[in-house]
T-cell receptor, first 114, second 115 residues
Framework: NAGVMQNPRHLVRRRGQEARLRCSPM?????VYWYRQLPEEGLKFMVY????????ESGMPKERFSAEFPKEGPSILRIQQVVRGDSAAYFC????????????FGPGTRLLVL | AQTVTQSQPEMSVQEAETVTLSCTYD???????LFWYKQPPSRQMILVIR??????QNATENRFSVNFQKAAKSFSLKISDSQLGDAAMYFC????????????FGKGITLSVRP
């Protein structure tokens, strides 16, 4: 049973470009969470999605960031017009249900903005 | 809002010795979960141990155990017989026991293990 998959593992973008980060949850999991880890910091919640629905986006920056989890395919975190401050590790986690306590993390995507 | 505090940025332990990592949290909820995650140099987040707040018994997973003090809102991790592979960042995390609840993390502590 494959774990949470994220790709790419490393992504380099120049300022003003777009970044697309993908997350495939564990088999049977329909709940996806995105977290961001800035250098020397803990993980900060960004957004929580179920299939085709955004449940909680209270941690998402108001501009340039968006997320989706379509009926088919992986969850996508999209960052438009990236700036240097977006450089961070972005982690995806999944769980089988809303009340299941444990979230299983992917390996993360390291985004570097030049 | 819930907060998780890890006040020690770094700790060091001799191989085979025991070390305790501290964590405190603040919440007005009575029912929640607490976690310790390990982040080795690969930066993969690995679940170490989980505690349900409604359980009085402290969780144990092999060499890892917790000291959960609900009244004091304290949740420390004890690593016994430390191994070189235990060297990593350790994050304490909190989650409310309700649907659609996110994890709130502390800033982490860097644990080094001396051979």
């Amino acid at each position: 049973n494959a774990g949470v998959m994220q790709n790419p593992r490393h992504l380099v973008r120049r300022r003003g470009q777009e970044a697309r980060l993908r997350c495939s949850p564990m088999k049977g999991h329909s709940h996806v969470y995105w977290y961001r880890q800035l250098p020397e910091e803990g993980l900060k919640f960004m957004v929580y999605l179920q299939k085709e629905n955004i449940i909680d986006e209270s941690g998402m920056p108001k501009e340039r960031f968006s997320a989706e989890f379509p009926k088919e395919g992986p969850s996508i975190l999209r960052i438009q017009q990236v700036v240097r401050g977006d450089s961070a590790a972005y982690f995806c986690a999944s769980s089988p249900g809303a009340r299941r306590e444990t979230q299983y993390f992917g390996p993360g995507t390291r985004l570097l903005v030049l | 809002a819930q907060t998780v505090t890890q006040s020690q940025p770094e700790m060091s332990v001799q191989e085979a010795e025991t070390v305790t990592l501290s964590c405190t949290y603040d919440t007005s909820e009575s029912d929640y979960y607490l976690f310790w995650y390990k982040q080795p140099p690969s930066r993969q987040m690995i679940l170490v141990i989980r505690q349900e707040a409604y359980k009085q018994q402290n969780a144990t997973e092999n060499r890892f155990s917790v000291n959960f003090q609900k009244a004091a809102k304290s949740f420390s991790l004890k690593i016994s017989d430390s191994q070189l592979g235990d060297a990593a960042m350790y994050f304490c995390a909190y989650r409310e026991r309700r649907a659609n609840s996110k994890l709130t993390f502390g800033k982490g502590i860097t644990l080094s293990v001396r051979p």
